[in-house]
């Protein structure tokens, strides 16, 4: 004949109100009393906002209410591996350098609602600007295309480089369909400078 088994059921979690200290039967560790709290831990208050009587409400703008990533990535990698190849000439070096620290230290995020860049060895320095302050957008095609430069503009006149960023054309397309401006239609390409 088969044995009967205990069944076992899990403890059940309570309070005590005993002020005893000592572990009980039941739990390794000791029960102790909670405290009440001498106030309520939430309040409510009562704001009372009225619109005035010669303007009637009007509607507001939908916010999105979830931030949606367009494109999150650091520089391109043929710009470093293209400098890395440059590198060994002393004339280079610089340039090398410089790459090396934007494919270790840069990220570019680009979302429905903000743009993003975060530098930095930790990614401590960032910067976010909406798609509503941006004036203009140019971008500066980099070794035939594969990668370029995207040169944003801001109402305020200050004009913000994201250096060697992948899909600079796609990217710059849609900065300009989020801006809300019509008169910022066309992706204005303009030739590298220099060498």
């Not at 088994?5 to 102790?32: G, N």
């Not at 494109?71 to 090396?100: E, I, R």
């Not at 990614?123 to 140019?138: A, E, H, T």
């Not at 710059?172 to 910022?184: D, F, I, N, T």
């Amino acid at each position: 004949m088969a044995a009967a088994v205990p069944l076992l059921t899990p403890p059940i979690l309570s309070r005590s109100t005993t002020a005893s200290a000592s572990p009980s039967p039941k739990f390794p560790f000791p029960v102790v009393p909670s405290r009440t709290p001498s106030r309520p831990i939430f309040t409510t208050t009562r704001l009372n906002v009225s619109s005035p009587a010669n303007k009637p409400p009007t509607a507001q703008k939908k916010q999105p209410t979830e931030e949606v990533i367009y494109f999150d990535g650091g520089a391109h990698y043929g710009d470093l591996a293209a400098n890395l190849l440059l590198g060994f000439t002393l004339f280079w070096l610089p340039l090398t350098l410089a790459a090396v620290s934007r494919a270790f230290n840069l990220r570019y995020r680009f979302t429905n609602l903000r743009v993003t860049v975060i530098s930095g060895l930790t990614g401590q320095d960032r910067s976010d600007f909406s798609y509503k302050v941006i004036k203009d957008v140019q971008v500066v095609p980099r070794f035939i295309g594969e990668w370029g430069d995207v040169i944003i503009t801001l109402r305020d006149g200050t004009k913000v480089d994201l250096r060697s960023v992948p899909k600079f054309r796609e990217i710059a397309k849609y900065c300009l369909s989020m801006v809300e401006q019509p008169s910022a239609a066309e992706l204005k390409e303009s030739r590298p400078k220099g060498f």
